[in-house]
């Protein structure tokens, strides 16, 4: 067996945190050889803190083999210690009356203490998903308070947009999920995210012209996936949980274990490829081996593309001067 690793979950106790955690313990996220200890964050309210001793509790009484420890805390700096992988679900909801720019304030202040917290305290090799939303500025903004880590290891989750396209396009095609490669959603985890299956292919034979139908694209597709978070809210009465917690495990498995040449999603601070400024949180297509991710080189852009990537880069930029005071 592994010697255990440590996972800090921030928003322990909440929707997200409870559909995540146990299937972390259970293996799923690292490997069913891979013992974890986790490191649970919560804020210090006495109701949320009831709520994740609840949880630990139940964490106990599921007997995971390869749960080595658990830590619930209000504190980032005891969460985060030493931590290996750290999951940032925790943020600041829109509230009755709370404009945008409050928003991204309220967060920028959760996110720039949790990046430095993670900057003094964490394995300098600490693998970070940002879940909470806006995650791609929070992921920014924790990057930048955290300036002796590597920027690379600071990541937004763009999986769920990912995985929503991939099932859309099997309901369309009649063909299974699992079989459909090199599919990439490109920019903000937002409605204006660009969800693009030109490259996409199953069974070696291209989506694109499997569809056939470009409008189908424009008028049901990306408006589809863009809004798919608001029609679970009208569906269910709570925004995405289960789904969200998949998708976290799918990026940080994927991230850690690899992705056998597989194309995947993530947010990451760009490097300038495609035309994307150097260090805007940016969903990209990457592969992964040995723990790092690789952006995918070389695809075409057609015009409709970068018109759909410029829109998203726009709202990030946006994203990034309002907050960019508080970074100063
Ligand atoms: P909940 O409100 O159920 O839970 C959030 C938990 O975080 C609460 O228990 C709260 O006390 C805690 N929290 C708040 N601030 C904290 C802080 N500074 N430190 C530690 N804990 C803190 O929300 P949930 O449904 O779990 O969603 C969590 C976040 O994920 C939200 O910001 C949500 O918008 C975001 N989402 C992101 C998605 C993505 O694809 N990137 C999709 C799903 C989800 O909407």
């Known amino acids: 067996m592994k010697a255990p690793v440590r996972v800090a979950v921030t928003g322990a106790a909440g929707q997200i ?58 504190d980032a700096m005891v969460a985060f210690k030493d931590a290996d992988y750290a999951l940032l679900v925790g943020a600041r909801p829109r509230g009755p009356g709370m404009e945008r720019a409050d928003l991204l304030s309220a967060n920028a202040e959760i996110f720039t203490a949790q990046g430095k917290a993670l900057n003094a305290v964490a394995s300098r090799d600490v693998k970070v998903l940002v879940v909470g939303n806006p995650a791609n500025t929070n992921a920014y903004i924790a990057m930048k308070s955290a300036p002796d880590l590597p920027a690379g290891n ?55 012209a499997m569809i056939g139908d470009e409008a189908w694209n424009r008028d ?31 990026h940080m498995r994927d991230w850690a274990l690899g992705t056998n040449g597989e194309w995947v999603t993530m947010g990451i601070p760009s490097d300038g490829s495609y035309g994307i400024p150097e260090g805007v949180m940016y969903g990209f297509p990457v592969t992964c081996e040995n723990g790092k991710y690789t952006i995918v080189q070389g695809l075409e852009i057609d015009e409709f593309s970068r018109e759909r990537m410029n829109v998203t880069l726009n709202e990030l930029e946006e994203e990034r001067a309002a907050v960019a005071h508080l970074l100063a």
């Open 17 to 74: 945190g409870y559909s995540l955690l146990f299937r972390i313990a259970s293996g799923e996220m690292l490997g069913k050889d891979q013992p974890v200890i986790l490191q649970m964050l919560e804020i210090p309210n006495e109701k949320a803190q009831q709520a994740l001793q609840g949880v630990m509790m139940e964490l106990e009484d599921c007997a995971f083999p390869l749960l080595a420890g658990m830590v619930g805390t209000d």
């Open 154 to 208: 600071f990541t937004a989750m763009l999986r769920l947009d990912h995985n929503r396209a991939a099932s859309q396009i099997a309901a369309k095609t009649g063909k299974p999920v699992a079989a459909i490669r090199h599919l990439t959603v490109w920019g903000n985890h937002s409605p204006t995210m660009y969800a693009d299956y030109r490259f996409a292919t199953i069974g070696g034979e291209g989506v694109k």
């Open 220 to 250: 049901v597709f990306l408006p589809t996936v863009g809004k798919r978070g608001a029609a679970i809210i009208a569906a269910r009465g709570l925004s995405s949980a289960a789904s969200a917690a998949n998708a976290a495990i799918d």
